[in-house]
């Protein structure tokens, strides 16, 4: 099968908005998407990370360059602010080329972020 471009979901979030919260919770949700799903390095295309108003510490991108990310593609937006929407969230959205079908695909959604897609299993 020829590598195709792909796209894998993530979400996680903070009990509280740090700059070492973000850095962590940011950089285990990535190496979890990347080691679930067997992502190499020189696959990866680009990650898009959103994060709620009330994650203001810090950029969700610093904490993937100081995984060695820095020569991907990385950008941060804000979420939209949707009454009653989780808070404290920050999600990632991961292009990247693969062999595997979407089927195969595992997505990750980790602390609070678990009860946004309990239609996936664990």
């Known amino acids: 099968m020829t590598a195709v471009l792909r796209a894998l979901r993530g979400a996680t979030t903070l009990e509280e908005d740090t700059a070492e919260q973000v850095g962590d ?10 080691e ?18 009330d994650v203001v510490s810090s950029f969700p991108a610093a904490a993937a360059r100081a995984l060695g990310l820095g020569d991907v593609p990385l950008i ?26 979407r089927e195969a695909l595992h997505h990750v959604y980790l ?12």
Do not use: K, Y
């Not at 804000?78 to 080329?97: K, Q, S, T, W, Y």
């Open 111 to 122: 602390e609070g972020a678990r009860g946004l897609r309990d239609d996936l299993p664990e």
């Open 25 to 34: 919770r940011v950089q285990t949700l990535v190496t979890s998407m990347l």
């Open 36 to 53: 679930r799903n067997g992502i190499a390095h020189d696959d990866l295309v680009s990650i898009l990370f959103t994060a709620t108003d």
């Open 76 to 101: 941060c937006a804000r979420e939209l602010g949707i009454v009653g929407a989780m808070p404290l969230c920050i999600r990632v959205l991961m292009h990247f080329h693969t062999e595997r079908s």
